[in-house]
Each structure stands twice: as C-alpha cells, then as structure tokens.
C-alpha cells in the first residue's frame, strides 16, 4: 500500500472507531443512565449546571459521534468532542489519577486526543465531507 491509501485507511479506521464509541457514550446517557440519571451524576461529580450541561453533553456525544463516523462536519465536531474530554478531564477525571477503575482519564484522555487528532488532519477520502464538499484532507480549517 502507498501512503495515500494508508493515510485514508488510518483516518477512516479512527474516524469510525472514535464515532462509534462517543456515539455509544451518548447513547448510554440517554438510554441506560436516563437524562435526569446524567444530571444527577454530573451534579454529584461537581460539573457546573449539571441540568442544562447534561443533555447537551449526551447530544454531542450521540450525535456528534454518529457524525464522526459518517465523516459529517468532522472537524468542527471534533473539535467539540476535544473540549467536551478535556472538561471531563479538568472537571471529574484529573484528581482520580490515570486508571480509569480507580476513575482516572485514562479513557478520556484518548478519546480526547483522538478527537484532537481528526480536527487536525480532518476525514480523509471516505466521509460525507468529502462527497458534499470535496474536503477530506488537512487544508480545510477547523471552522470553515
């Protein structure tokens, strides 16, 4: 394989992988710990305005990793899913250490340097960015 064809795989195997997991964390917040269940944890862990923060946290992560894996706006929801690790990093995760049995950001912390790294390099040749707008590969900006 040439290095086009093993940076598009790269980009779309971790694209898919990242989405997939964030989309799976949304999901939980929804269906298995319930809105008011989130809520009520983030309040526990001392996030600020957990009521509003709550849901707004499971759409991103729901609907943003469905978008990851799709190759939909990659770089700005990228971009979101990054800050969405580091608050969960600053705010709940840093002080429990690295291990994530004990708490810790170990998982965080790769989501969120994955995240990082498609807002990047952005969605490679097989996203729905590059079909809609011929953006697939670093030159198109974060916020463009």
């Not at 983030?42 to 894996?69: K, N, R, S, Y």
């Not at 969405?84 to 912390?109: D, K, P």
């Amino acid at each position: 394989m040439n290095n086009l064809a093993l940076n598009t795989a790269a980009r779309t195997v971790l694209r898919i992988v990242v989405g997939f997991l964030f989309a799976a964390h949304g999901w939980q917040k929804y269906n298995e710990f319930t809105i008011a269940g989130t809520q009520g944890a983030f309040a526990q862990m001392g996030v600020p305005a957990a009521d509003v923060v709550a849901p707004i946290i499971a759409t991103l992560e729901l609907v943003g990793g469905i978008a990851l894996i799709l190759g939909l706006a990659t770089r700005p929801v990228a971009a979101l899913l990054t800050l969405n690790m580091l608050g969960a990093i600053v705010l709940v995760h840093a002080s429990a250490g690295v291990f994530v049995e004990a708490g810790g950001f170990e998982l965080v912390l790769l989501l969120g340097a994955s995240a990082l790294a498609l807002a990047l390099v952005g969605p490679g040749k097989f996203s729905l960015d590059n079909v809609l707008f011929g953006r697939s590969n670093s030159k198109l900006r974060i916020l463009a």
